[in-house]
């Protein structure tokens, strides 16, 4: 053989083998398809999910719907006799709705009781009055007056001036009407 039939040999083994071509997974076009594809599928799932569910509901009996009605209603009695023992609860404490919607989280009637006592507990409490010192947590004296010579018997000369100004003001106010 020469070398003339050798490359013709091997020009005519080249024309026989066809040209290679990509595989469909390789292709723009197959992964572009294939979220299309994955969707219409999802559409068409949703579709069967909600007609099997009409189907059951459909199919179960009179006595099973009973059934799950019941269930229902007793779960809304549960959760309306729940609240209304912590409303109860929280009434009996003097804790605001917002209070109690916030800090009373129990759910048994004990558990609601122990968070009402311990949040009454950390409420600041109201002075019963001005306290002058000297004569100690009191309630006002009737006139001021009577302030004027507490704060000045005890020394707090500040607290005398302030009491002098409110006078002098209440009179001012007293000769204008």
Known sequence: MSVEDTTAETATETAD?????????????????????QEKRAKENAAARIELDELKKAS?????????ELGEAA??????????????????HGISDEDAE???????????????????????????????????NQPSPASIKDQIAAAEASGDIDLAIRLKSQQLAELARNTKG
């Open 17 to 37: 083998q066809p040209e290679a071509t990509p595989k469909p997974t390789e292709t723009v076009d197959f992964w572009k398809a294939k979220p299309r594809e």
């Open 60 to 68: 179960l009996s009179q006595e099973e719907k009973l059934a799950a």
């Open 75 to 92: 779960q809304r009695a549960a959760r309306a006799e729940a609240e209304a023992k912590r409303w109860r609860i929280a009434a009996r």
């Open 102 to 136: 916030l800090f009373l989280t129990g759910t048994d009637e004990d558990t609601l009781e122990r968070q009402a006592e311990r949040f009454t507990s950390l409420q600041t409490k109201p002075s019963k009055g001005a306290v002058v010192p000297g004569i100690g």
